[in-house]
């Protein structure tokens, strides 16, 4: 199944060095929906992840020959998209991010939590369907810095290995496993505040 989709990319591929139009129409229909997702969870914003999503596609067809096949075609083009959509962000700056540290559970010096953190995963269950924890997670996702929420959103969104984020992002593997990390348990910590205020109503 990889081996019929690694041949249907190189064709593609191809096809889109030769500038065939139905080419480009394959590309958009295989991508659109994961690079508008990963768009939208940088920026933030449906019209500016529109505008970088056309960026996207428009930066694929103009440097198709440029690609050399070292890592599989999504991972080239997550790698455009994330550039694109951070260069979109640091170019207007309306909004700002809180400090992930602001939020962080205190650790003792062997690593240990100093407080003890709630199970929250029975409830999280309990709560699946409801509308107002899935605005609560995607707001604590917005609320991530950028370095955090990219790693976040390719590794436990998309679904991608530390490798392959780590290959889209220029980072070692470590470093990817360091700021997922940080990620899950900022937002731990904010689905255990949330829920700890649920209760209490």
Request: proline share 2%; net charge neutral.
């Amino acid at each position: 199944m990889a081996s019929e989709r690694l041949l249907d990319d190189n064709v593609l591929l191809e096809e889109l060095r030769v500038g065939n139009p139905e080419a480009v129409e394959a590309l958009f229909d295989r991508f659109h929906g994961k690079i508008y997702g990963l768009a939208m969870s940088i920026v933030k914003n449906e019209s500016d992840a529109e505008e970088a999503v056309q960026d996207v596609f428009m930066t694929v067809v103009r440097k198709a020959h440029t690609f050399k096949g070292n890592s599989a075609l999504y991972s080239w083009i997550y790698r455009i998209c994330v550039n694109t959509c951070l260069m979109r962000l640091r170019g207007k700056r309306r909004h700002e991010t809180v400090s992930i540290e602001e939020f962080m559970p205190m650790f003792t010096e062997d690593g240990m939590h100093a407080s003890p953190i709630d199970d929250w995963s029975k409830e999280v269950e309990r709560k699946a369907l409801d509308k107002e924890l899935g605005r609560m997670i995607r707001k604590s996702t917005e609320n991530l810095s950028e370095k955090y929420r990219v790693v976040f959103v390719l590794s436990d969104v998309e679904g991608l290995s530390n490798e392959e984020t780590a290959k889209i992002l220029g980072l070692t593997v470590p470093a990817v496993k360091s700021r997922l990390h940080r990620a899950r348990l900022y937002m731990r910590e904010q689905l255990s505040r949330y829920l700890s205020e649920g209760k209490s109503h």
